[in-house]
Structure formats: C-alpha cells, structure tokens
C-alpha cells in the first residue's frame, strides 16, 4: 500500500508560478514511477509530468520548458515536487498525483490549481 498526500496547488495570475508537493509513504521501495496528471472540467484525465524511480522525466507537451519534476528520497518517505512557471488559463485543472506500483495505480485526492488571465 502507498498513501500520497499533496499539498500546493491555489490560484495565481498568469505568467505566475505555483509549486505541488506529493509526499508517498507506505511500500515506498516499489513505487516505479510518480507523477501529475490534471483533469479540467469536462475534459479527460491527462498526463502532466512523471518521473521513475531512475530519475528519468517525462513532460506533456504543453508544459515543456515551463514545468520541472524532481524527486526527493528520504528513509520512509519519496517526495515529487512539481515547479509550475509561467502558468496559463488553460493550466487550470486538479491536479492529482499519482504513484505506480507494478500494475497498481495510486492516486492522491487532488489539488485545484485555477490560473486568471
């Protein structure tokens, strides 16, 4: 079992900046890969940023270059930061984390994250 609780998120003017935190407890050793997905209303579920437990990133297209994921490992607890810069209207969504364990998938409760023009 892995428990994830984020925290972050809020609202901001465009071209702002915001910062999400995931922290994963639990069976931490066999979570293959974390990330962010969002979801706005009335569109799919989609993909933001993941990174695996090797380091290796993976952006949506439309935040490449304005979205950073990094991971942070500690003794009982894996921690993804997600750094969001030069946000836009259309970055608004919840966003939730995500943590896969084999053919598991882990999901937080969500975060809102609403970017004004």
């Known amino acids: 079992q892995v428990q994830l609780v984020e925290s972050g998120g809020g609202s901001v003017q465009a071209g702002g900046s915001l910062r999400l935190s995931c922290a994963a407890s639990?069976?931490?050793?066999?979570?293959?890969?974390m990330g962010w997905y969002r979801q706005a209303p009335g569109k799919q579920r989609e993909l933001v940023a993941h990174?695996?437990?090797?380091?290796?990133?993976?952006?949506a297209d439309s935040v490449k270059g304005r979205f950073t994921i990094s991971r942070d490992n500690a003794k009982n607890t894996v921690t993804v930061n997600m750094q969001m810069n030069s946000l836009k209207p259309e970055d608004t969504a919840v966003y939730y984390c995500?943590?896969?364990?084999?053919?598991?998938?882990?999901w937080g409760q969500g975060t809102q994250v609403t970017v004004s023009s």
């Open positions: 990174i695996t437990s090797g380091g290796f990133t993976n952006y």
């Open positions: 995500n943590a896969q364990v084999a053919w598991i998938t882990y």
């Open positions: 639990g069976s931490i050793g066999s979570i293959n890969r």
